[in-house]
């Protein structure tokens, strides 16, 4: 699906945050960044978690940012994974999995697990599925969280840091299931310091600092010809 | 296997516990029996027994006024709570205003304004209406702060993770709060029930022949107010510990789900 995002600022208090960002997303694309520069603001907008004050973004036809638009439908169709997983912790891994397709789509249970199951094996999981999110590893918990969202068959599926608090070794066990994604044909927006994972699979390297969009290419160009120092200091960094 | 020998140990140690509390609580009473006893006072249970009827239609009074007066103050309170938290700052406004009223004057006050006050401008409505109206909407300030408090303690990255899955705020609410919320506040919402059963004993006020007024009757007519005092005493007591006690045991079993999923 694709999302097209017009001028749009966004402020906290009088911290502005983002600062006339546009971009066009077809298929799948990395965001990075220093932290603090808007990236994960900016991924929060998409799915409407943050209201932006200026500029438009549409999700396929819809407008998020039309005060008219139905938030809670526009978000069956863009999936969310974040940094802490956020599973809910009284509930078994299947049951959080089921809850949102019997609850909102109002599928059966039974089809509904069936599809959580087969979601559970596609993220190599199924073992774990009767098991409470506190009995399981970070990257278990991560590849749960992951098979939730995909649960809804979203179109789009953001994903906020979605490795950052995981322990090295299992930082490539969820890469894994998102590659995976990507041939789906599922468009992804990553935020992610995995400049491997961006060479990897994303169409486009968005590049983002203190609010501002600074440059979005495709990877090739984007690791070799840097539009911008920051860029090139950036790499250089997380790239050591 | 090592899990069900751990809750009947659980099981022992609470029996243990419940059973000593009522072996001290029948010293206690013989104690004080004897002591005054001996000290001169005729003890004249016989008069009271007598009134074995009057004593049981009043508890099954306070029985029902309690239950619905804890249905109702739960919907009130979460109303009240969920007020609290609200954007729109004039519903925040009017609910802290409510919360503020009704914890800073007393019960008696409340149902006696409910009874005379707006009972004179109704008087088709009953005392027991006005009772449950009164006690509902004076513990429902009380509640609405447990409720707030559990609500506030659950990750907003719990609300937003629900959110993003499409659910919309009252599914939220429903499937992923109140669930969460619920284990960290049944201690102090058990804790409101018995304050409530007891409380209610305040509706003898206005007339209601609930257990407190029933008793009052009895010593009215057999001047035997240690005993049938006594009696109530007993019978309050015998409502409200088990709610305590099935307090705890819920509270251990949703910990142990916690811990212990498989």
Known sequence: MKIKIDQISKWFGKNQVL?????????????????????????????????????????GETEVTSPKTNIPQLRQKVGMVFQAYNLFPHMKVIDNLMLAPTKVLRRSREEAYETAMSLLEK??????????PDQISGGQKQRAA???????????IIFDEPTSALDPEMIQEVLEVMKGLVKDGITMIVITHEMGFAREVAANIAFMDNGELIEMAPPEQFFNRPASPRIKDFLQKVLL | ????????????????????????????????????????????????????????????MTIQLSLSAFGLSIIFGLIIALGRMSKIKLIADISLTYVVVFRNIPLLVVIAIFNWGIGSSFPEVSIFVWSILALSVFEASYIAEIFRGGI???????????????LTYLQCL????????????????????????????????????????????????TFAALESYAVIALYYFIVCYPISIISTIMEKQMRKNLQNPN
Do not use: H
């Open chain 2, 174 to 221: 429903r499937y992923v709060i109140i669930p969460q919320a619920l284990r960290s506040i049944l201690p102090s919402l058990t804790g409101q029930i018995v304050t409530l059963v007891k409380d209610s004993s305040l509706a003898s006020i206005i007339g209601l022949l609930e257990l407190t007024l029933a008793s009052r009757t009895v010593v009215g007519s």
């Open chain 1, 123 to 132: 993220v190599g999981i199924p073992d774990k599925a009767n098991v409470y």
């Open chain 2, 152 to 166: 506030e303690s659950i990750q907003k990255e719990q609300v937003e993770s629900a959110q993003s899955l499409g």
């Open chain 1, 19 to 59: 600062r006339n960002v546009s971009m066009e997303i077809e298929s799948s694309l990395v965001i990075c960044g220093p932290s603090g520069s808007g990236k994960s603001t900016l991924a929060r907008c998409i799915n409407g978690l943050e209201k932006v004050q200026a500029g438009t973004i549409y999700v």
């Open chain 1, 146 to 156: 992951i098979a939730r969202a995909l649960a809804m068959k979203p179109e789009v």
């Open chain 2, 1 to 60: 296997m090592l899990q069900e020998k751990s809750l009947i140990q659980n099981c022992i140690s609470l029996g243990i516990r419940i059973f000593n509390v009522t072996l001290l609580i029948a010293a206690l009473g013989w104690g004080s029996y004897y002591l005054l006893s001996s000290a001169g006072y005729q003890f004249n249970f016989n008069a009271v027994f007598k009134y074995f009827n009057v004593f049981n239609n009043g508890l099954w």
